[in-house]
């Protein structure tokens, strides 16, 4: 009887992980892409979802636009040159809005219902994350106008709109990347890193003066370079396993 056991054969190394690697095709779902996860998000759970509880935190964030950033960087166009002024105020408003919405959900609660939710909150904060992106990119635009007005047109306008653009989008990416730090850490890294960065060229003269003569398609293609950086992250980040308190603060 034992003999005729020992004669059944026995499948292979390869046959085995044939095996397992069909038995896993047919049981995941199939992995999607990027912007085909944050269209599905979008029709499931529509805007007013998306930035339930958020009002305030909006409003609060235009408020300091309005009343802080663009008085501060107007006085600066009126005294010196507006490349450091530009290159740190311009992801103001995307910092504002990320950390004011992360944090307001932390504390009132939303954030434990946002996760009970038929989709990953991951993905909910990143697409939330690219509207908060596109609205400050969106700005910008009348925001140097005002400031070359201002300046009396003595730099191009479109080097402006270039430089800040540009300075968005390295902080977009930024800030994604400190998002792999755990707890307040990550949520903290990326606006304490840029103003300690962009405080540098309004200290040192030198730097002012390096800034001032970075030509307009150098920074066309540092955003193009940036955004791509952007959504190679941003996927990492919506595929990233949730969990933890980094989670808690995304």
């Not at 397992?20 to 992995?31: F, H, K, Q, T």
């Not at 740190?88 to 939710?117: F, I, N, V």
């Not at 960065?197 to 955003?223: D, M, Q, S, Y």
Request: glycine share 6%.
């Amino acid at each position: 009887m034992d003999d005729r056991w020992n004669e059944i054969p026995m499948p292979t190394a390869a046959e085995k992980d044939a095996a397992v690697a069909g038995i896993l095709d047919e049981g995941l779902p199939p992995r999607t892409g990027l912007w085909h996860t944050l269209t599905e998000i979008l029709q499931t759970v529509g805007l007013r979802t998306l930035f339930f509880g958020a009002a305030d935190c909006l409003f609060l964030s235009a408020l300091a636009l309005v009343l802080c950033l663009l008085p501060a960087a107007a006085a600066a166009a009126r005294q010196g040159p507006l490349g450091p002024v530009l290159f740190l105020l311009s992801p103001a408003l995307y910092a504002a809005l990320h950390l004011l919405t992360a944090w307001k959900e932390a504390q009132s609660g939303t954030l434990e219902w946002r996760q009970t939710c038929r989709v990953s909150l991951r993905p909910m904060t990143a697409l939330r994350m690219l509207v908060f992106g596109s609205a400050s990119v969106l700005v910008c635009v009348p925001a140097n106008l005002l400031l070359w007005y201002l300046a009396e047109g003595i730099v191009s306008l479109f080097w402006m709109v270039a430089l800040s653009v540009s300075s968005l989008c390295l902080y977009g990416v930024l800030s994604l990347y400190c998002l792999r730090l755990r707890g307040m850490a990550g949520l903290l890294a990326a606006p304490v890193a840029w103003t300690a960065l962009g405080i540098i060229p309004l200290l040192w003269e030198r730097a002012a003066r390096w800034l001032n003569g970075v030509p307009t398609v150098l920074f066309c293609l540092l955003t193009a370079a940036a955004l791509a950086l952007y959504v190679s992250e941003l996927r990492r980040f919506c595929r990233r396993t949730e969990g933890g308190i980094i989670y808690a603060l995304s």
